[in-house]
């Protein structure tokens, strides 16, 4: 599986399933979205290509006008991300306040490393 696509197994179950990578595609809220945006290459001398990598991710959460909504949305997104062992994950980044201007809505941002 690709990273993507453990990352949205983990986050499923959240924000009525609106889970999208790159962007939302739908205008409806709650929403998560997720992107790859680096990471750290595992390389071996021997050339031999790594059966796992890891990859950082970063995961927005959107929910509206409401600061609250938005936060309690972010802590769902960082315990599933944190008990889905399986992703050997790491928190890179404390989550981060976020607003969009233009649609008026509120939410939070943050980064994990994942080993998978």
């Known amino acids: 599986m690709t990273p993507e696509a453990l990352v949205y197994d983990a986050l499923k179950n959240l924000a009525g399933g609106r889970i999208w990578p790159d962007f939302a595609e739908t205008d409806e809220l709650p929403c998560i979205v997720y992107q790859v945006v680096g990471g750290e290459p595992v390389n071996y001398l021997t050339g031999e290509q790594p059966d796992k990598q890891k990859v950082r991710v970063q995961v927005s959460a959107w929910a509206g ?17 944190r008990t889905a062992t399986h992703l050997q994950p790491e928190v890179a980044t404390g989550r981060l306040a976020t607003f969009d201007e233009e649609t008026k809505c509120r939410g939070t941002r943050q980064d994990f490393y994942i080993f998978a």
């Open 65 to 81: 006008e409401s600061r609250i909504a938005a936060s309690e949305l972010g802590q769902q997104v960082e315990e599933a991300i």
